[in-house]
């Protein structure tokens, strides 16, 4: 295994060498993090380098490091990250890109590199806003089409904006503010005196 992510490391460093802005060798998998700008390009010379070869894209998620480890966070809020596997070399990469913008978060559609990537691509739009230009078809996927907010960002209310409910006089759903009064929630501990054999 040791020697399979030498010989990986060498060739994605070979490839991209400073277009690299960081690679990370850990618990057996590489991480590799590009410039927003060079995104489409790596992307795309992962996919038809023969030294590489990622044929396939497997995940494609976004994540809002706001408040990353409960602790705050000092860089760029929102990243995407795609992991990516070759068949031909059997070894998989992890790619990072952190959107330039935290109050418009934008990066490159790779939907042109692996088509799988589209419904991926949605979700991340839909759950935290990330915006993919180039994609073919960037719409909600999960959320209803009048939801407002991207619930997975840390800073959406646990309740959320609206709520829906059966109207029986008009027979049909209906939206409106939330009706749940945020309350803070404290467990109580009761223990016997002699609990678990104590004194």
Same mark, same amino acid.
């Given at each position: 295994?040791t020697?399979?992510?030498d ?9 991209f060498?400073?277009?690299l ?7 057996g998998?590489i991480?590799?993090s ?6 489409l390009?790596v992307?795309?010379?992962l996919?038809d380098?023969p030294t590489?070869?990622?044929e396939?894209l ?6 809002? &490091?706001?408040? &990353?480890k409960n602790e705050a ?5 929102f990243c995407?990250?795609?992991h990516l596997?070759?068949i031909t070399?059997?070894w998989r990469?992890r790619l990072?890109?952190?959107? #330039? ?6 990066v490159?559609?790779?939907n042109?590199?692996?088509s ?6 949605r979700e991340a739009f839909d759950?935290f ?7 073919i078809?960037l719409?909600r ?9 991207? #619930?997975m960002?840390?800073d959406? #209310?646990v309740?959320?904006?609206v709520?829906m ?7 049909r759903v209906? &939206?409106q #503010?939330v009706?749940?009064e945020p309350?803070?929630?404290?467990p109580?501990?009761?223990?016997e005196d002699? &609990?678990?054999?104590?004194?």
């Amino acid at each position: 295994m040791t020697q399979k992510l030498d010989t990986l490391q060498s060739a994605l460093e070979a490839a991209f060498g400073d277009t690299l802005k960081r690679l990370v060798r850990q618990r057996g998998e590489i991480t590799i993090s590009v410039a927003a700008d060079r995104y489409l390009e790596v992307a795309t010379r992962l996919r038809d380098d023969p030294t590489l070869r990622f044929e396939q894209l497997v995940d494609l998620c976004g994540v809002d &490091y706001s408040d &990353y480890k409960n602790e705050a966070w000092d860089g760029l809020r929102f990243c995407v990250v795609t992991h990516l596997l070759s068949i031909t070399h059997n070894w998989r990469v992890r790619l990072k890109v952190f959107a #330039p913008d935290d109050d418009l978060p934008s990066v490159a559609s790779v939907n042109e590199v692996w088509s799988a990537a589209n419904w991926f691509e949605r979700e991340a739009f839909d759950l935290f806003g990330i915006i993919f230009e180039g994609h073919i078809d960037l719409r909600r996927l999960l959320t209803d089409y009048g939801f407002i907010g991207h #619930p997975m960002r840390k800073d959406f #209310p646990v309740t959320g904006h609206v709520e829906m409910r059966y109207d029986a006089e008009k027979k049909r759903v209906i &939206y409106q #503010p939330v009706t749940i009064e945020p309350r803070e929630i404290t467990p109580r501990v009761v223990r016997e005196d002699k &609990y678990g054999g104590l004194q």
